[in-house]
């Protein structure tokens, strides 16, 4: 098994979390965002709630508490394993003490291990073990669901699984060429979004909207977005204005951008707990490397 990078842990009276960083495999370059394993012990049997920001898609398999959730139109109820396909919105989840396996699909990963278009799953979250995109998964969940199997097992069920499971792409190289293009900070438009790309205006339309689940103009707005909100949250008592993004025209753009994006304002934002994600997004950051899935290069 693959050591992890670091244990961290963080937490207050009422609760604590610990997060574990596994780098997959080099055989499996550029297809996850990381597997991850975080325990979160709530005191008095009580529950947490926060806001998950927008990502790519992902599984969480759950051994404990299991989570309540919404994003857009779509929740789920005490799900043992949880799917979730690329999103632009948040996720509020509540949950109790758990141990949980996580793993993010970047765009190559998606074109490798599922059949439909990232845009039909978009904002969209549900039982992973009912699901047909996501049920070649659920057998992972007699083995990462047991608190009695060992990280080992754990780890060698993903990988063994992620083994199997895996198939080229005949777009794998403009996939990782897009993702590459995406996620530079300079990028302005969508114009030389497709120009860097080698990609006509169409082609990139279509191949984002099968493979990462947006327009391109869409993911743009949401990097520029995620790299100032993961600023901000990593940055405690910052303000608002320090950590805007510099492709924002003006304070007006940027509460519009985050309106749409967590369904508040970033006042309101601001105001609430962020137990989970303050302490993951920190510990990412500090560990991984990024602080969260959207801003990962694919290589």
């Known amino acids: 098994m693959a050591e992890p990078e670091e244990v961290s842990a963080a937490g207050d009276q009422r609760f604590e979390i610990r997060s574990r ?57 005490g799900p043992r394993y949880a799917a979730s396909g690329p999103s632009s919105l948040p996720t509020h989840f509540t949950i109790g003490s758990t141990r949980m396996w996580g793993i993010g ?21 549900c039982d992973g073990e009912t699901h047909p995109a996501f049920a070649k998964f659920a057998h992972l969940a007699e083995v990462l669901c047991d608190p009695a199997c060992s990280d080992q097992e754990q780890f060698d069920a993903i990988v063994d699984t992620m083994r199997r499971l895996t198939r080229p792409h005949r777009d794998e190289e403009k996939i990782m060429r897009v993702h590459r293009v995406m996620v530079d900070e300079q990028l302005a438009n969508v114009a030389e979004f497709a120009e860097r790309s080698e990609l006509g205006a169409r082609n990139l339309e279509r191949l984002c909207a099968r493979h990462f689940g947006f327009t391109p103009k869409l993911l743009l707005r949401r990097q520029r977005f995620m790299r ?38 970033p006042s309101e934002y601001a105001a609430l707990e962020h137990p989970i994600l303050t302490s993951f997004i920190e510990a990412r950051a500090r560990i991984w490397g990024s602080p969260a899935q959207t801003l990962d290069r694919p290589d």
């Not at 080099?26 to 975080?38: M, R």
């Not at 003006?250 to 749409?260: I, L, M, N, S």
């Open 21 to 77: 960083f596994f780098a997959p495999p080099e055989e499996f370059a550029g297809c996850f965002t990381t597997f991850y394993h975080l325990d979160l012990t709530v005191a008095d049997g009580g529950t947490v709630s926060d806001h998950l920001q927008p990502e790519w898609a992902g599984i969480r398999f759950f051994a404990g508490s299991r989570p309540q959730a919404q994003l857009g139109s779509s929740s789920t109820s």
């Open 105 to 125: 699909f970047l765009p190559l990963g998606w074109s490798r291990y599922f059949d439909v278009d990232a845009g039909s799953l978009a904002n969209y979250t």
């Open 228 to 265: 100032s909100l993961t600023s901000f949250m990593l940055h405690r008592g910052s303000k608002w204005t320090d950590v805007m993004d510099e492709h924002y025209h003006d304070q007006a753009q940027f509460t519009r951008e985050f309106r749409t994006f967590m369904g508040m304002s």
